[in-house]
Structure formats: structure tokens, C-alpha cells
């Protein structure tokens, strides 16, 4: 039997997140104050060693990130959590706001002393308005008890866009615009929101930060797997007994979170699929289930951890109508921006409409397999890039639910 | 109900703030009127194709007007297969109009939405951004009846 381990979620329940006092009992905001009374260097090279990587679905190393602010030059830097969420199936970073809204803020502010960066900005959702209650509640007793030292937090509201996920739509949204990625590079860790050099974290990576800060790199680094360490968090939801969310050391198989948390498949029925990471995520059939959870591992099996999204589908499931419902996402979620994702996903949308009515022909499918081959090439941004997964992953693994509606 | 004037001229200082601005117009109406957006390029002082640019590349804005109560169901895949069409059935029965609709008493309107992030109870409906859980077609009139 896998067991649990909170690190992100340390103070579940045990907090208030609408009093800064029950965080300071909890020992809040003493990784702020240790982080400075390290040099900038050391705190960024702590973070690094730590091993941690993004938790918003890249996985970079996020001490290496910093360093790129940090070491470039410029009168204003600008800290972003990225509390977008708009990754179908995850409701992780909604979890931690509501329940924990100071770790966020003092990783946030930690990030701000390392870089050199005396503004933050939380893009949060907007159908999270309750959350931006709780939010600016939460930022108003840090800045009244003077927790957060010179760094100011402002929270953002999105406006039901997906791509503003993205961190370089993300911050043109800040900026007022419409939410288009950017070509890159420049990346924004070098030129970001207005033109100066920008951080943008997931929150569970934030929500990370003030743990590794207290009890050190080498204690994040020994958990979970040896390439990807600490926790996920991860949102179990369709056809599950319990759907919940659990954290998980990275090395928790796909399998154990399904069995061991979720109570495997509700009504007595049997396994399907599993997508994880969200809608863009890769579809997963019964043989690849022992796969550790970990980045690099779900890498390997052609699927994404993602978001952490867990979305099981048993026996009665119809791969192919939950694959046209996915691609009809994608062509509204496009911002138009490049051609091959415009055109790209109405097409896809098209072709398993065609498919799922049972007036497709054979030779459709190589052509969806081209044409989602060359997007995942070609996109500008991951939207683009991503959304042809699910697709071509079930192609691979459940191909027969396809060919079965032939006629 | 207050003026959009008012409401968009507080956000003039606020850099990158005409999103902001469209949020706050939306509480207060439940759409963005079209003058608005006219004002806001003003305000904002950006070409009026820029300003209407903004306001509809976000789905979570309505330019022009819709009703009172806006009535959003989920119908991503987790919702998808929980029975979100069953939802949508029994929501444009009790209110006799389809998705995209507005009653003619213009209280309520019928949207469709992408995850709103509740997914730990599927199906999920939300009425002016409050969340409905593991909602069904036997639930809607009493969840209703709270609008009307
Ligand atoms: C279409 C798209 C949507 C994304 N949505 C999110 C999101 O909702 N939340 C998030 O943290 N990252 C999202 N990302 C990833 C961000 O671009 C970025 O990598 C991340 O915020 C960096 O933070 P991290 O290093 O802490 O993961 C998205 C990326 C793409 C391409
Ligand atoms: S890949 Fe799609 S979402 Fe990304 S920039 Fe191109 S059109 Fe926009
Ligand atoms: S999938 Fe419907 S609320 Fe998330």
C-alpha cells in the first residue's frame, strides 16, 4: 500500500487560510527569513541542487530558472504565479490557494529576494473568484504584519482562456492584451512582463519553495525519483471509486495511485484508460500501469505527468467519443495565432466528429496521424504542440476502437 | 446599477488594467454593454479594434447583453462522461430554451464552459461562477428556484 506525503500540503487543515497567525504557529514565513540571510547565489544554487522542477506541466529546474533573472541585469523584476488551471481534469492549485494561500505567497516572496524582484503578480483563474477572496485576504494580513518585507503581491484575474496557461500569453494578459503566446526566445525569465526579466512558477511549485528553503536540498532531493524529486499532487476524477486528490512521492506508480487512493474503478467494472496531465495529456493502457509517475518515467512511456490530472475511463467508455470531446476543446481553445493550430484543430475536430458518427473511412486515420504529426511540430506554442496527443496515443493503443466504426 | 463610466475610470492608473476593468463592468451587468467597450479604448486610450479585441478573445466575457443569471455547464471530458448532456437536457427543459440562450423574461442564460476545476464531482454546472456538484437532471429545478 503506497502511502501519502504532504509537503506541499503540510498545512492542510491544520491551517486557517484566512488567519496569517495559525501560519505563523505553523512555523510560516521562517524559510522567508532564513532564505535572507543566505547570499541570492546560495539560496538560488540551494534550490537548484534540490532538484525541484516545475510542477505547471515543463518541469524545468526551477533554481536554474531563477538564476536567468537573477543574473540578468535590470531596474525591475517581476515575480508571476501562474494559478491559471486551465488543464481539464486538475484542480490541484486550487486545493493549495484554498487551503494554504501563505506557503504560496512566501514562496512567491522568497523567489523575489533571490531574483531581485520587489513585485508579484498571482494570474489566477477567472472562474476561481472565491479563491481571489481568500487570495487578497490572505495578502492583506502578510502586508498589514509586514511578513512580506518590500514585495508587493497583486492578484490578476483570467477570463476563461486555456492558452493564458501558457507563461508568455500569461503575461500578455497581464499586460491588458489578448492572450496570445509569444515567439521565444526571448525567453521571460529574460524579457517577460513589460519588457523586464520575469519568473513565472506554477503554484505548486511555489507552494514547494518554503519546505526546501527550511529543511534543505538535500532532504528534497532524497524524496521520490532520483530525476524528478519531491511530491505531485494529483486530481483523480471519472471513473474511480474515490475521486479525490492525493500527494504522492514522484516514484508512486500510476497503478498504486489508481488501486491505493482511488479504490480503482467505480461499479465493479474494469479498467480502460488513464489520461494524466490533463486534456493534452497521452492516453494509457492497462499493460503501461507500473510506470512510475515521475516526469522522465512518463516521458519514456510516450504519456506526460503533467498537471497531475487523472482521468480513468473504464470498460463501457468510448475512447473515441471522449477523443472527439477533447479535440472539439482544442479548436476552441486555439488563439489563432499560428496556422498550423488554427486550421490544425478545427480539422482534427472534423475528421473524429466523422469518426465518432461512423462516416470516417480508413485511410482517415493516416491523415489524422499526418496532420497531427506535423502540428506537434509545428504549433508556435504547447497548445498546439500537445493537442494532437491524445489522439495519436490512442491511435497507438486503442486503435480498434477506431477501426470498430468503420463500416 | 452602477455606471460603466465610473467603473472603468477607476482602473485608468492600472497598468495592463482593461481586463480588470472588463471584470468589474461584467459583475455589475453580466455582460459587457457595447458602448463599454468603446469607453474603455478611450480610457485605456487604444484603437477601438484593440479594445473589442480584448473583450472577445476571452470566453468568460459577453460583449453585448445576455441575463441576469448565467448559467455555465461543464462539458470537458471528466464532465463529458459523467452525463453533462443529461444536464444540459434537463436545463433547456425547465427553462424551454437551447444552449446560447436567454429566457425571454431575461433572467437566465444557457453557456457552455470548458473545466471550471471541480472536478472531484462531476457533473458541474456553475450559476454566476458559484459551482453545482455531481449535479443531475433531477437537481436542476431545486437549484433554479434559488434565481428565481
Ligand atoms: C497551453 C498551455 C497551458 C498551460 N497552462 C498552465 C497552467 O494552467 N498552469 C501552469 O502552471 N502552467 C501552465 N502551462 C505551463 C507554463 O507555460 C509554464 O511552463 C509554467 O507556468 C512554468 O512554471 P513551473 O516551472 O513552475 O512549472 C501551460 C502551458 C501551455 C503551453
Ligand atoms: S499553437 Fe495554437 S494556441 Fe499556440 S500560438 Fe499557435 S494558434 Fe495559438
Ligand atoms: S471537468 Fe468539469 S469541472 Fe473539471
Known sequence: ?407 | MADYREIIGTYKEVPGGIIEAYHAVQNEYSYIPEDAVDYAAQIFNIPKAKAYGVATFYSYFKVGSRGKNVIRICESAPCHIAGADKVVAALEKELGIKMGETTSDGKFTLEFAECVGQCQATPVITINSKPYEDVTAEKIAAILAEYK
Open chain 1, 1 to 407: 500500500m503506497a502511502e501519502e506525503m504532504r509537503i506541499v500540503l503540510r498545512n492542510l487543515g491544520k491551517v486557517d487560510p484566512l488567519n496569517v497567525d495559525t501560519y505563523i504557529q505553523a512555523g510560516g514565513y521562517q524559510a522567508l527569513a532564513k532564505a535572507k540571510s543566505m547570499s541570492q547565489t546560495d539560496l538560488i544554487e540551494e534550490v537548484k541542487r534540490s532538484g525541484l522542477r516545475g510542477r505547471g506541466g515543463a518541469g524545468f529546474n526551477t533554481g536554474m530558472k531563477w538564476n536567468f533573472s537573477y543574473s540578468a541585469a535590470s531596474d525591475q523584476k517581476y515575480v508571476i504565479c501562474n494559478a491559471d488551471e486551465g488543464e481539464p481534469g486538475t484542480y490541484k492549485d486550487r486545493i493549495i490557494m484554498e487551503n494554504d494561500p501563505q506557503s504560496v505567497l512566501e514562496g512567491m516572496a522568497i523567489c523575489g529576494y533571490a531574483i531581485g524582484a520587489n513585485k508579484g503578480y498571482i494570474y489566477c483563474r477567472g472562474e476561481y473568484p472565491y479563491v481571489v477572496e481568500i487570495l487578497n485576504k490572505a495578502i492583506a494580513q502578510a502586508s498589514e504584519k509586514g511578513l512580506l518585507g518590500d514585495f508587493d503581491i497583486e492578484v490578476r484575474m483570467g477570463a476563461g482562456a486555456y492558452v493564458c496557461g501558457e507563461e508568455s500569453a500569461l503575461i500578455e494578459s497581464i499586460e491588458g492584451k489578448r492572450g496570445e503566446p509569444r515567439f521565444k526566445p526571448p525567453f521571460p525569465p529574460v524579457i517577460g512582463l513589460w519588457g523586464k526579466p520575469t519568473i513565472v512558477n506554477n503554484v505548486e511549485t511555489f507552494a514547494n519553495i518554503p519546505a526546501i528553503v527550511e529543511k534543505g536540498a538535500d532532504w528534497f532531493k532524497g524524496i521520490g525519483a532520483a530525476s524528478y524529486p519531491g511530491t505531485k499532487i494529483m486530481t483523480l476524477t471519472g471513473d474511480v471509486v474515490n475521486r479525490t486528490f492525493v500527494e504522492v512521492p514522484t516514484n508512486t506508480t500510476i497503478r498504486q495511485v489508481l488501486d491505493d487512493f482511488g479504490g480503482g474503478i467505480a461499479g465493479g467494472k474494469k479498467f480502460k484508460a488513464v489520461q494524466i496531465g490533463g486534456t493534452s495529456g497521452g492516453f494509457i493502457p492497462e499493460s503501461l500501469l507500473d510506470t512510475p509517475i515521475d516526469f522522465d518515467s512518463m516521458a519514456a512511456i510516450g504519456a506526460t505527468l503533467g498537471s497531475g490530472a487523472f482521468f480513468v475511463m473504464d470498460e463501457t467508455r468510448d475512447i473515441v467519443d471522449v477523443i472527439d470531446r477533447i479535440s472539439k476543446f482544442f479548436a476552441h481553445e486555439s488563439c489563432g495565432k499560428c496556422t498550423p493550430c488554427r486550421e490544425g484543430t478545427q480539422r482534427l475536430h472534423e475528421m473524429l466528429h466523422k469518426m465518432k458518427n461512423g462516416t470516417a473511412v480508413a485511410g482517415d486515420l493516416d491523415l489524422v496521424e499526418r496532420l497531427g504529426t506535423v502540428m506537434s511540430r509545428a504549433c508556435l506554442c504547447g497548445l498546439g504542440q500537445a493537442a494532437p496527443a491524445p489522439i495519436l496515443t490512442t491511435l497507438k493503443h486503442f486503435r480498434s476502437d477506431y477501426t470498430g466504426k468503420f463500416n
